[in-house]
């Protein structure tokens, strides 16, 4: 999914700390669960078929109402894929009319000019096309599907040549990690406004993969990479489904005797790592209400709750909002603030979404 967030697509907000209010401020809507595609790390485990008791143009109006009640968040428009819903530029287009920042993640194969005019013109602000090969063998292959990789670069050359900003999202696995330089000068030269990585949490497909999946070495090292490039691109970079990135940007700045600001680290020195639970939800074709797509944990359901309710009351979020409930290494860290692990990964590998990141090779400098 897009996770787009100046705001851009996919999510940033200001480090929350425990006990305090937690502003809204992106939710990932998976506005259809039917997709042309048959990704091997589909959270969804999405098919090309239609999926019953998906909210109706009706019910989605007035999730986008419950929601601008909350506040004004980035709301992403995913999937599946999202093109293939009839109502869709409705949907962005009344979001937009009310004063939400409407964003979109198709998977590329489908934009063409007539529907990328009608993205632009029902208010979405941004497109988040992924890929996970630097070339159409290895994005196919990742794909499931024969042409994913040509699709989606004429998509994007589409989308660039009307205007529309895009952002290019990359899953990074074993099968991947070669080729992330060659994705992000693919990135450069397509005319991307931003380069995010996610690294594979493995859910739905995912757990199908999970030996591709790159081991906590490789994980920091990657981070590290991702971190050199910030002075070399004039791209947005984002680290996501990666929050050690935000610890290891502070140690990477101290290191340089530089402190994190604004001004010197941009958005990256005002977001956190995992947002789960506090600046960010998603809500699932049906109306399932979660922390974050890839945690499977159900926090209510918009066809029977309000959103505010679900949103200010749930113990699920209520209990990642105070990072000191965070057990093992994860609760005793000096980065838990600015990073918390993946809660998502933690529940896959434990049971438990407040254990400890499985795949983080920092050890606290305090211990209990």
């Known amino acids: 999914m897009v996770h787009p967030h100046g705001t851009h697509p996919p999510g940033h ?17 998976e506005t259809t669960r039917r997709c042309n595609l048959t990704c091997k790390h589909c959270r969804a485990a999405a098919e090309d078929h239609v999926y019953e008791d998906e909210l109706t143009t009706e019910e989605s109006f007035r999730l986008l109402d419950q929601i601008r009640e909350v506040g004004q968040p980035i709301i992403i428009l995913t999937g599946g894929e999202p093109l293939l819903r009839d109502d869709i530029f409705d949907i962005a287009a009344y979001g937009d009319k009310i004063g939400l920042r409407m964003v979109m993640a198709p998977n ?26 630097a070339t159409a063998a290895s994005h196919d292959a990742f794909r499931g599907l024969d042409g994913a990789f040509d699709g989606a670069v004429n998509g994007i050359k589409i989308a660039k040549a009307a205007g529309l900003e895009f952002q290019i999202n990359t899953v990074i696995t074993k099968t991947n990690l070669d080729e992330i330089p060659a994705i992000l000068a693919l990135a450069e030269s397509l005319g991307a406004a931003a380069h995010h990585i996610f690294l594979l949490v493995p859910t739905g497909r995912g757990k199908y993969i999970v030996d591709t999946a790159i081991d906590a070495k490789e994980y920091e090292e990657t981070l590290n990479w991702f971190y050199d490039q910030r002075d070399k691109t004039s791209l947005q970079l984002k680290a996501t489904c990666a929050p050690h990135y935000y610890r290891i940007l502070r140690q990477r700045a101290k290191a340089e005797g530089k402190k994190v600001t604004f001004e010197t680290h941009g958005l990256d020195a005002v977001t956190r790592g995992c947002l789960a639970g506090t600046g960010f939800c ?3 074709h049906v109306g399932r209400v979660q922390t974050c797509g890839f945690l499977d944990v159900t926090c209510g359901n918009i066809k029977t709750q309000h959103f505010k309710d679900v949103w200010e009351n749930s113990d699920v979020f209520n209990t990642l909002r105070d990072f ?15 990073c918390g692990g993946c809660r998502a990964r933690a529940y896959e590998a434990t049971g438990n979404y407040l254990a400890e990141e499985p795949l983080c090779t920092y050890q606290p400098s305090r211990q209990k």
């Open 13 to 29: 907000g200001a480090p929350q700390s425990a006990g305090k209010n937690n502003t809204l401020r992106l939710v990932a809507w």
């Open 324 to 338: 000191n409930n965070l057990e093992p290494k994860c609760g005793i860290c000096e980065y838990k603030q600015v």
């Open 108 to 133: 590329g194969t489908l934009l063409n000019e007539d529907n990328v005019v009608r993205l632009m013109q029902s208010g979405i602000k941004r497109i988040s096309v992924s890929l996970d090969g």
């Open 282 to 284: 998603f809500i699932s």
